[in-house]
């Protein structure tokens, strides 16, 4: 039987219910339970791919090829499952298969309205009608009070009442420490609840995010004010890293109250010992090692997942890897130096469009010339092959043809299969595709493995037909698709650590199983 668990947000957006929700998860899953994650979201977008990163971070990529809320990266980071397409949905999404629907004719002459005929698309793919698992926990994007979510908790209020006691309500809000006055507020948190009320849902368990440890006695006002049991008053404080999290929810019994308020039997409490013995590694992982970023877009948020793929690759070095950001926009072949001094290790960031991009070809000469360890990543991958041919096979015009520039030697090439596109959202090569990684390179050696399957996102790729003079001139393509011979990866294995990956290993790198390339990248540095 499936229970479900909604999960939203109240007072200010960027609460971290994403955290929330991933460590739910992860507690229900120490107890044994079969889990998923679901982020829906409230904008008309069909998906995030086409947003700008400044707007809405970092895509992430599904293996079944659906682009995402970055919120999905977490739920694989903490809980190690694997999303797919179903577990991203927007309101864009929504009304398209709605509408689609109506256009065939399927409502049969019906006025076509938010409720029911929104609200039912919801509830159905909130549902997911799939038998698969324990529990389903659906994060809903945006702030309680929002008039773009009010569709969804109209569904949520509904399926509470079709689900009874198969159905839970976590609401996380923000409890204000006003300095002045050296007090707590719980006052945004009554009037959210009280919203919450308002469209007929009472919620279950409050989540209150607070800089400040909150007493007893706060939680008790929350609790007899927002009927909502003691138990279920739980804290979300500050805490030096975010993987503490779920450790402080199952110290004060999160998992247990929802539980409970589902009618299971609560049993023990789980030792969770490999994520206490990664917490254990991070606590003494001080050393620092520094990484240079070159990237363009200077968000935090824009590099999710690779800035947390070093940083476990790093707690598992013991070390810890401090990022600087580098905007390639402002590398020069003059600043290079100067901007990469003091790197141990240098990342090329993915990306899109010609803005950056010779930054990124400068930082990849100086770095190969200097043999500083360098990891590519896509777009990164694409410019450590330019600049190679530009200052080592001696084409000073090679090119991108993504640079709109259509010279002899466009070493990196539109995809055969990308030529005639005109829609830009879920177009690209999009999701996880075999690789087969040459027996005696490095990468083969990292993976352990010669089969190795990862996910994409681009519409460029290695133009085959320089492959042997690439080869010849010392960087190898060591990872190429079985299917389409698509080079997915080159190296240079003359130096200390120089591999592009046409994939994003970023994606599957996750708290108890860090990603080999990142791991072998981070060894190498530090
Ligand atoms: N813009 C490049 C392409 O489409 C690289 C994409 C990326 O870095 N994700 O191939």
Not at 33 to 38: F, G, H, L, S, V
Not at 98 to 122: A, M, N
Not at 178 to 204: N, R, W, Y
Not at 339 to 348: Q, R, S, T, W
Request: with cysteine; charged share 25%.
């Amino acid at each position: 039987m499936t229970r479900y668990i909604f999960v939203t947000g109240g007072v200010v957006s960027s609460l971290g219910k994403g955290i929330v929700s991933s460590s739910i998860g992860m507690l229900l899953q120490a107890r044994g339970y079969k889990i998923t994650i679901q982020k829906f979201d409230p904008y008309i977008n069909i998906d995030p791919g086409t947003l700008n990163p400044y707007e809405h971070g970092e895509c992430y990529v599904t293996v079944d090829g659906m682009e995402t809320d970055l919120d999905l990266g977490h739920y694989e980071r903490f809980t190690g499952i694997r999303t797919t397409r179903n577990n991203s949905v927007t309101t864009g999404r929504i009304y398209k298969t709605v509408i689609d629907r109506e256009r065939r004719g399927d409502y049969l002459g019906k006025t076509i309205q938010v409720v029911p005929h929104i609200t039912d698309e919801i509830k159905h793919r909130m549902r997911r009608d799939d038998d698969e698992f324990d529990f389903v926990i659906t994060e809903i994007g945006g702030t309680i009070g929002d008039i773009e979510s009010a569709p969804f908790l109209e569904a949520i209020r509904q399926l509470r009442w079709e689900l009874g006691n198969k159905a839970v309500s976590v609401h996380l809000t923000y409890v204000p420490y006003l300095k002045a006055a050296d007090e707590l507020k719980t006052k945004p948190t009554q009037h959210s609840v009280k919203e919450m009320q308002g469209m007929g849902i009472q919620p279950d368990v409050l989540v209150l995010r607070t800089e400040k440890h909150l007493s007893d006695g706060v939680r008790q006002k929350v609790a007899s004010f927002c009927n909502v049991d003691l138990e279920c008053v739980v804290q979300s404080e500050d805490m030096p890293s975010i993987y503490d999290v779920p450790v402080s929810m199952q110290t004060q019994g999160i998992d247990a109250a929802i539980l409970r308020k589902f009618g299971i039997p609560v049993g023990e409490r789980p030792s969770m010992a490999s994520w206490h013995k990664f917490l254990e590694l991070q606590r003494h992982a001080t050393r620092e090692v520094h990484v240079g970023l070159v990237g363009k877009y200077d968000l935090q948020d824009a590099y999710k997942s690779i800035r947390e793929s070093l940083n476990l690759a790093g707690i598992y070095n013991e070390v810890k890897v401090k990022i600087h950001f580098i905007n390639s926009e402002e590398v020069t072949a003059d600043n290079v130096a100067q901007k990469l001094e003091g790197m141990a290790g240098v990342l090329i960031c993915p990306g899109f469009g010609t803005r950056g991009i010779e930054g990124k070809i400068i930082a990849a000469q100086y770095t190969r010339t200097h043999d500083i360890p360098t990891f590519g990543i896509c777009l990164g991958m694409q410019m450590m092959v330019i600049e190679f041919a530009r200052n080592v096979l001696g084409y000073a015009d090679a090119n991108s043809k993504e640079m709109d520039t259509e010279t002899p030697h466009n070493v990196i090439d539109i995809m055969e299969s990308q030529k005639n596109i005109t829609n830009m959202g879920g177009t690209m090569r999009l999701g996880a595709y075999k690789c087969n990684l040459l027996a005696d390179s490095r990468v083969a050696e990292i993976y352990g493995s010669c089969e190795i399957s990862e996910r994409h996102r681009h519409r460029y790729e290695f133009n085959n037909k320089y492959i042997d003079e690439y080869e010849a001139h010392g960087m190898k393509c060591t990872g190429r698709n079985p299917e389409s011979d698509l080079v997915e990866i080159v190296e240079i294995p003359d130096k200390k650590w120089y591999i592009g990956t046409q994939f994003h290993p970023e994606y599957s790198s996750t708290v108890l199983n860090p990603h080999p390339l990142f791991m072998d990248f981070v060894k190498t540095i530090k």
